[in-house]
């Protein structure tokens, strides 16, 4: 090889491409099917709003619908007066809030070391950090209503 350059083992590389092209597959069908049962759910809201809390269950633990299927079941849920469902659905989108907050907080950290004590400051003492580029972040603003909503809910 000349210097610099790096020998490239060809049939490794088609493996292990053909491998990402199967795993990219398998993704595709699963996030299809996913993105189907959620159409049809939303279909189903205002006539059988029983029905579309049938499907929006059978996808709410699935890696590709659990964030907006829990906002439509705690709709749905209050809609047809399920309070204790709602209250667990609402338990649970916090739960998955508080870990989306958190790993945003890690990577505004890096990236804007600078800012980094700011940062984890203003998610402390649930104060909204604005970013170099003037965007303000809020990170428990959509927790604080989550959990306002659940004290009425659990009355």
Not at 51 to 71: C, H, P, R, V
Request: proline fraction near 2%.
């Amino acid at each position: 090889t000349q210097r610099g350059l790096v020998k490239m083992d060809w049939e490794q590389f088609d493996k292990e491409l053909e491998e990402i092209r199967k795993k990219n597959k398998l993704w595709q069908k699963e996030f299809d099917k996913v993105c189907e049962i959620t159409f049809e759910a939303r279909k189903l809201e205002k006539t059988d709003p029983l029905k579309a809390i049938q499907l929006y269950e059978s996808i709410k633990n699935t890696k590709y619908g659990n964030f907006d299927t829990l906002g439509r079941l705690i709709i749905l849920y209050r809609k047809t007066k399920q309070k204790e469902k709602e209250a667990e659905c609402i338990e649970f989108k916090i739960e998955d809030l508080q870990n989306r907050e958190y790993d945003r907080k890690e990577f505004l950290k890096t990236k804007y070391p600078e800012d980094a004590d700011e940062i984890q400051n203003c998610y402390d003492n649930q104060t909204i950090y604005t970013t170099p580029q003037l965007v303000k972040i809020d990170f428990h603003k959509n927790i604080i209503k989550l959990k306002e909503r659940l004290k009425i809910v659990k009355k």
